[in-house]
């Protein structure tokens, strides 16, 4: 009995022993890939898993990137393989980027300037409204640049030498002299009408310095140096009010001409017309405004010229006059015998 109890005992053991050291079971075949995938191994860090490139002949399936392997990020475009540009419809570049042209294109021929319209100008736009359209009124501004520039210049010498003309006059100090002349002091007329700045005294100065030998003549040479020093200049507005409106007429054609050269050229036609037709504007209006600046001064002082040849020969007819009965009222006293 004893013996068979610890036979027992030892069987159970060696079972319970077995069943412990059994080998797990196998796993389940697995399945083959298809052909021409690549098998990856499980990476469970994607920070530190290596780029994986695709094998030669592969390319990735839809929607992985080509570097990776991996699907792009949401929210993110794919780039485009190096060397190609998005083709499909509806699709722009990016802000700031520019689609690369094709190899062997070339840009337009020929491109408009955006600031003048014409094309081939090298003018761009400076922000100043007189120097933009003064370029873009052709190379006929230029002789007109120097017809405003006299004109200014004739203008203003011209309007402060009647002024100070003005502030030399001294009508006081001629009826002075004619109530001098009339008592018969010629001496004293001659003494008041010396060195004075009115042209109306350095006349009758010149009449009565010459009395003895001809007073006409005196008067006369003296008329004609103070009207042509009060005319000075007036036979060069004259020539700018007529010159002015001819270089605009000129600028006019040749814009014209310009315009018409291009109409040719079917992508440039309208631009080109357009930039002519400004140009002959611009030069027209810049020479009727030179023309219309500078005919009110002339005709201005044109009538003060006349004015001022009108006031010497009134002084030189009341003094021819004043001498003349000086003169007889003293052969009077000559002829008449003393009682």
Not at 179 to 197: F, N, P, Q, W, Y
Not at 282 to 310: C, D, H, K, W, Y
Request: net charge neutral; charged share 15%; with cysteine.
């Amino acid at each position: 009995m004893k013996k068979l109890l610890t036979a027992s005992a030892c069987s159970l053991t060696l079972a319970l022993t077995c069943f412990a050291q059994s080998p797990p079971p196998p796993p389940p075949p697995a399945t083959a890939p298809p052909v021409g995938a690549v098998s990856t191994p499980p990476v469970t860090d994607p920070a530190a898993a290596p780029a994986m490139t695709p094998a030669a002949g592969m390319t990735p399936a839809a929607g992985m990137t080509p570097a990776t392997g991996m699907p792009p990020a949401m929210g993110t475009t794919p780039a485009p393989p190096a060397g190609l540009a998005p083709t499909a419809p509806g699709i722009s570049p990016m802000p700031g980027t520019t689609p690369s042209t094709a190899a062997g294109t070339q840009p337009a021929a020929a491109t408009a300037s955006p600031e003048t319209g014409v094309p081939g100008s090298t003018h761009e736009s400076t922000g100043n409204f007189l120097l933009d359209n003064f370029y873009k009124g052709g190379p006929i501004m230029w002789p007109i640049l120097l017809v405003s520039i006299t004109a200014i210049a004739v203008v203003l010498e011209r309007i402060f030498w009647w002024l100070f003309r003005w502030m030399r006059r001294d009508p006081k100090r001629i009826e002075k002299v004619f109530t001098a002349i009339e008592t018969g002091d010629v001496a004293e007329a001659s003494r008041l009408s010396r060195g004075s700045r009115d042209p109306v005294l350095r006349m009758i100065w010149n009449g009565l310095n010459h009395q003895h030998a001809s007073l006409q003549g005196a008067l006369q040479v003296a008329a004609g140096i103070e009207i042509k020093r009060a005319g000075r200049f007036l036979v060069v507005m004259d020539t700018l009010v007529t010159l002015a409106p001819l270089l605009g007429l000129l600028g006019t054609i040749t814009g014209l001409m310009k315009s018409f050269s291009f109409l040719g050229n079917e992508e440039l036609a309208v631009q080109a017309v357009t930039g002519g037709i400004a140009e002959a504007l611009i030069a027209t209006a810049a020479g009727l405004g030179i023309a219309i600046f500078a005919l009110i001064p002339f005709n201005f002082f044109t009538s003060r010229v006349s004015n001022l040849e009108f006031e010497l020969q009134t002084a030189a007819t009341n003094l021819e006059v004043m001498l003349e009965s000086q003169a007889k009222v003293k052969r009077d006293m000559e002829l008449t015998p003393a009682t």
